[in-house]
């Protein structure tokens, strides 16, 4: 199992650039989070999906980012145009149903300059 | 909200015993523990669910008082890996089931 796939791990963009971070969950887990991670504001969750079906989106900070499942295999999160403040670690976290924790993927640390 | 961890950091010695608390406002389905050591991702300890129980991981537990909301991770003996950053993640359930918010996280130092 080689757990919860990210990419990209490093991202330096320009401000106003489209960014695109993507995720590979662990199959079986029906559940799929998006969170950032800041100094300031600590784990925020962004969204949630469940089966593939977004839950929860009241985190989206802004009408600039969306996320998508389009299958159980795969999601991304974009932010379009970025901003320097969308400077964060980037997390995406599987669950399954049960009583279990969540397992988190390494982590895209991006950097808008 | 956003459940309140105390305290914010901690410094021990090896073999020292610490305990750190999350307390939350509302009713909570369950109460989970991760670590993150600098530069990686959060790691999964422990789940407790409400009914007030306790669990044990190693020299690592943790306890849940469903009527005060307050949860508490106990961890004996320290070792130097045990150094890093404690988040408890809460549960309330219902329509907001699988969902976690996470604490501010306290930093546990352990020196030699």
């Known amino acids: 199992d080689a757990g919860v796939i990210q990419s990209p791990r490093h991202e330096v963009t320009e401000m106003g650039q489209e960014v695109t971070l993507r995720c590979k969950p662990i199959s079986g887990h029906d559940y799929l989070f998006w969170y950032r991670q800041t100094m300031m504001r600590g784990l925020e969750l962004l969204i949630y999906f469940n089966n593939n079906v977004p839950i929860d989106d009241s985190g989206m900070p802004e009408d600039r980012f969306s996320a998508k499942m389009p299958n159980a295999s795969f999601s991304t999160l974009k932010i379009q145009p970025s901003e320097p403040r969308d400077s964060a670690v980037y997390f995406c976290a599987g669950r399954g149903q049960g009583a279990g924790g969540y397992t988190f993927g390494s982590g895209t640390r991006l950097t808008v300059v | 909200q956003q459940p309140v961890q105390s305290p914010q950091a901690v410094i021990l010695r090896e073999g020292e015993d610490a305990v750190i608390n999350c307390s939350s406002s509302?009713?909570?389905?369950?109460v989970h523990w991760y670590r993150q050591k600098h530069g990686e991702a959060p790691v999964f300890l422990m789940i407790?669910?409400?009914?007030?129980e306790q669990k044990g991981h190693d020299k690592i537990s943790a306890s849940f008082n469903e009527k005060k909301q307050q949860s508490s991770l106990y961890l004996t003996a320290s070792q130097l890996s045990y150094s890093g950053t404690y988040f408890c993640?809460?549960?309330?359930?219902?329509?907001?089931?699988?969902?976690?918010?996470f604490g501010q996280g306290t930093i546990l130092t352990v020196h030699p």
């Open positions: 993640g809460t549960e309330v359930g219902g329509t907001s089931y699988g969902k976690l918010t």
């Open positions: 407790l669910l409400k009914g007030g």
């Open positions: 509302k009713a909570l389905y369950s």
